[in-house]
């Protein structure tokens, strides 16, 4: 099946791959983030249409909705606009990056989804499903230290999506969570570390594949495909180099013998 599909954090990493992957696959897409330079340098390169939304803002994601319902159907929505600030203990860690890392992440989440779900119903009447994928990661299933307040985030968001499950059952509506490991993407560790490349760089220092942002765009992209009956409920998707979010392999992946 081919729809509209709405994808936020569009802007960069996995959500522009995924734009990018949807509209190889023939679906129309509705770029969403903050910058819209960058959403319309990707809606002229793929032909996705663009929307400027900031998933923080009741504002915002009211006018989304409002564009969205007068613009057509609705079959698909990647919520994956979210981030990490900081890498600090629990007795350092920033309250403020706390607070953002809840308001994007997790109430984010919570206002597009409530916000498009009349949409996607008319969408799943129409085409007999509809998807809400959700991109959350490991690190809201295994805790890490210094990771505090994203592993909380992350955590609530995997929490809401097991809750959004359970609620829309008995409806053709698809509830899927795609929680990655660590990919290297240009933007996420930067963001984290404030604008610190060196940090950012040595996030991935060696690893012998991390992730890429299209490894999880056909994750999500693949889960949308599914037949209607086949809902995946969590992907997790690591590079080979990591067994955990506190255990990754530096330097080349060698068979170990004897
Ligand atoms: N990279 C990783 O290792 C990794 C691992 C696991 C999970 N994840 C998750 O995957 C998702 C995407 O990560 P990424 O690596 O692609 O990071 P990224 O390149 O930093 O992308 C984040 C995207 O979210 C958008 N965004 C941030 N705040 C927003 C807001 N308030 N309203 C609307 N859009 C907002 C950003 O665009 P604007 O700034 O233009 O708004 C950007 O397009 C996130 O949820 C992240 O937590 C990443």
Redesign the pocket.
């Known amino acids: 099946m081919v729809g509209r599909v709405v994808v ?9 791959a995924t734009v990018r992957l949807f509209r190889d696959r023939g679906w129309d897409v509705v770029a ?4 819209e330079d ?1 959403l319309r340098e990707l809606a002229a390169r793929t032909g996705a249409t663009w929307f400027r ?4 803002s009741d504002g915002d994601v009211a006018a989304l909705r409002a564009h969205v319902e007068s613009t057509g159907g609705l079959h698909a929505l990647v919520n ?5 600030f900081g890498l600090d203990t629990v007795e350092a860690g920033s309250v403020d990056d706390w607070q953002r890392m809840f308001d ?2 997790v109430l ?1 989440t919570k206002r597009v989804t409530a916000a498009l779900l009349p949409s996607l119903r008319e969408g799943a009447e129409e085409a007999g499903i509809a998807d809400v994928v959700t ?5 809201g299933h295994v805790a890490y230290e210094n990771g505090g307040g994203y592993v909380a985030a ?1 955590s609530a968001e995997h929490a809401l999506v097991a809750v959004l499950r359970l609620e829309l059952a008995g409806e053709p509506i698809r509830v899927v969570e795609i ?11 930067l ?1 984290r570390f404030g604008g610190d490349q060196e940090r950012a760089d040595a996030v991935y220092a060696d690893v012998d594949g991390p992730l890429v ?1 299209e490894d ?1 765009a056909e994750s999500i992209v693949h889960a949308v495909g599914l037949p209607r009956h086949v809902n995946l409920d969590l992907v997790t998707v690591k590079p080979v180099a990591q067994a955990a979010t506190y255990k990754v392999a530096r330097g080349p992946l060698t068979v170990r013998r004897g």
């Open positions: 936020t954090g569009a802007s960069s990493g996995i959500g522009a969403v983030a903050r910058r960058r939304a900031d998933v923080t994956n606009a979210g981030g990490a994007v992440n984010g991109v959350t990661s490991i690190a992350k929680a990655p490991g660590m990919v290297r993407t240009d933007e996420f560790s963001v942002a999880v």
